[in-house]
C-alpha cells in the first residue's frame, strides 16, 4: 500500500500529534511534590476554621501540583514529637519553630537551611527585627510575627464596679489582695500547669525588670553566677507573689486552654499570659460565638506587670521575634522539593496569611504594611500595645535548654512550696556548668 507524499505527510502528523497527546498525558499523570509538614496548631482556636479554609485549603486549591501532608499538634506533644523526628533523622519537609527556646536543637545542629539566600530580594517586605539571625546564628525560620510573651489582661469593667484601678506599682496591687478576696475573686489567673507557661510569660519579665538584658548576657558568658545574689532576689520576688497572694499554687495546676473560660467568665480582674491569648478571645466566624463578645472587649486592656521594688528597667515587656516555618536541611538545593517548600513558607507569609492572623489575633505581621479594617476592639488593642512596651529577653529563647528547664521546674517547686530560692539557683547553676562542660 502506498500513502504518496500527501499520505506521508498526513501519516507524519498524526503521528506527531498521537506522540503529543502521550506527552501531555504523561505530564498530566505526574506524581505532585509531596510535602511533609509539621504543625503547631490548637484545634480549640475560634479562628482554626478559617486558618484551615483560608490558609491550608486555598494553598491545596491554587497549587495542585504540591501535595501537603500535615501533622498537626499543640503544646507539649508537638515539642516531643519535634525531638523525635530530630533525633532520628526523620524532620519533615517544613516545620513549624520559634527563634530559639524549644527549637534550638533545630537551629544548633543545622537540621534546618539557611533561608537567607531564598528569600533574596523579598527581604525588603519584611521588618528588620523579624530578620536578625536566629539561635543558630543564621535565618532558620521566617517569622510570620513579632511576639511579646507577657501581658498583664486588665477586667477594667470588674476593677471600676469594685471601687479599684489599675496597679501602677506592686506595693498597689499587693493592697488589692484583700478586697477581691472578700468579692470571691482569684487575683491573677494563669494557665501554668505545662511548666513553661510561668517562665515565659511572667518570670522573664520579671528578670527583665530587676536584672536587663546585659546581665542575662553576662549568665550566659559566664560572667555571673545563677547562685549569685541578684538572680537569687528575682526568685525571691517570685516566691513573694504567693506569699502575698497576688499569685495562686491553683494557677500551677490549671492547664494552659482552661484559663480562657476561666477569665472571660470573670474569676479574676487580672489574667498573664502572651499575646497571642487574645485570639482565643476573639469570635469563631463558623460559630458566631466569642469567649468575649465584641462589645464587652472594650471592657479588656492590655498592659504589664506594676513597678517592681527595685526594677532598673520601666514598663518592659519579654519579647521575642516570633515563630514561623523552616525548611529540612537535606531537601536538595534547586530541587523541585525545595522550589514547592518554598513557595509554601511564602505563601503561609504571604499578606493575605498575615492579615487573616492579624484579624484572628493569631500574630503581629512580621511583613511591612499589613493592616486590617475588620479588627475586633481587642485585636485593636493588642496592635497598639506592640508600640506602647520595650521589650527584654525571654529566658527560654536564650538559655539552652539544659539550662532553662530547672528554671521551668524551679519555678513550679517553689510555687508550690517545694523548693527554696536558693536551692533552684543553685541547681541551674549545676545545669549551666556541665553544659559549659559539654562545650569545651
Known amino acids: 500500500m502506498s500513502f504518496g507524499k500527501s499520505g506521508l505527510r498526513i501519516a507524519a502528523a498524526f503521528t506527531l500529534l498521537v506522540s503529543l497527546l502521550l506527552l501531555g498525558a504523561s505530564a498530566a499523570a505526574k506524581d505532585p511534590v509531596v510535602l511533609r509538614v509539621l504543625y503547631y496548631f490548637d484545634a480549640t482556636s475560634p479562628g482554626a476554621q ?26 507539649e506533644p508537638f515539642h516531643q514529637k519535634t525531638e ?29 537551611k539557611d533561608l537567607t539566600v531564598l528569600l533574596g530580594a523579598a527581604r525588603s517586605e519584611f521588618s528588620e527585627a523579624a530578620l536578625v539571625p536566629q539561635a543558630g546564628g543564621y535565618l532558620a525560620e521566617l517569622p510570620i510575627g513579632i511576639t511579646s510573651t507577657h501581658v498583664l489582661y486588665v477586667n477594667h469593667k470588674m476593677l471600676k464596679d469594685l471601687g479599684l484601678a489599675v496597679p501602677k506599682t506592686y506595693e498597689e496591687l499587693k493592697a488589692m489582695v484583700p478586697k477581691l478576696k472578700a468579692a470571691g475573686k482569684d487575683i491573677i489567673l494563669m494557665g501554668a500547669q505545662d511548666d513553661w507557661v510561668m517562665q515565659s510569660c511572667l518570670y522573664s519579665a520579671i528578670v527583665g ?59 479574676a480582674p487580672f489574667m498573664v499570659d502572651g499575646d497571642w491569648k487574645v485570639g482565643n478571645f476573639l469570635t469563631d466566624i463558623t460559630t458566631g460565638d466569642a469567649l468575649i463578645p465584641p462589645d464587652k472587649q472594650k471592657d479588656i486592656g492590655m498592659t504589664v506587670f506594676p ?25 536538595p538545593a534547586g530541587s523541585e522539593k525545595e522550589r514547592a517548600a518554598w513557595k509554601l513558607i511564602m505563601w503561609l507569609n504571604s499578606p493575605e496569611v498575615q492579615k ?27 496592635a497598639t500595645f506592640y508600640g506602647a512596651y520595650g521589650g527584654t529577653y525571654v529566658l527560654d529563647n536564650v538559655l539552652e535548654a539544659t539550662v532553662y528547664l530547672p528554671i521551668n521546674v524551679g519555678l513550679q517547686e517553689i510555687g508550690l512550696g517545694l523548693a527554696a530560692p536558693e536551692q533552684v539557683a543553685a541547681k541551674v547553676q549545676k545545669a549551666y556548668d556541665a553544659w559549659r562542660a559539654s562545650q569545651k
Not at 51 to 57: D, F, K, L, N, S
Not at 85 to 112: C, E, F, N
Not at 307 to 324: D, K, L, W, Y
Open 307 to 331: 513597678e517592681i521594688p527595685g526594677e532598673i528597667n520601666h514598663q518592659t515587656t519579654s519579647t521575642v521575634v516570633g515563630v514561623g516555618f523552616g525548611m529540612n536541611a537535606n531537601i
Open 84 to 112: 523525635i523526628y530530630a533525633a532520628t533523622g526523620q524532620l519533615p519537609d517544613v516545620i513549624y519553630m520559634w527563634p530559639g527556646g524549644r527549637s534550638t536543637t533545630l537551629h544548633t545542629k543545622k537540621l534546618v
Open 50 to 75: 478559617r486558618e484551615i479554609t483560608e490558609v491550608w485549603e486555598a494553598f491545596d486549591k491554587a497549587n495542585p501540583d504540591i501535595k501537603i501532608v500535615r501533622e498537626d499538634l499543640f503544646n
Open 356 to 382: 487573616e492572623r492579624l484579624e484572628t489575633g493569631g500574630a503581629f505581621p512580621s511583613r511591612k504594611g499589613v493592616t486590617s479594617d475588620k479588627l475586633e476592639p481587642l485585636a485593636q488593642t493588642r
Open 209 to 267: 525588670r530587676m536584672l536587663g538584658d546585659k546581665y542575662v548576657d553576662d549568665l550566659i558568658a559566664g560572667k555571673a553566677k545563677f547562685t549569685d545574689a541578684p538572680f537569687v532576689n528575682t526568685l525571691k520576688f517570685y516566691k513573694q507573689l504567693y506569699t502575698d497572694g497576688v499569685l495562686s499554687a491553683k494557677s500551677l495546676q490549671t492547664p494552659y486552654n482552661e484559663v480562657n473560660g476561666l477569665f472571660a467568665a470573670g474569676k
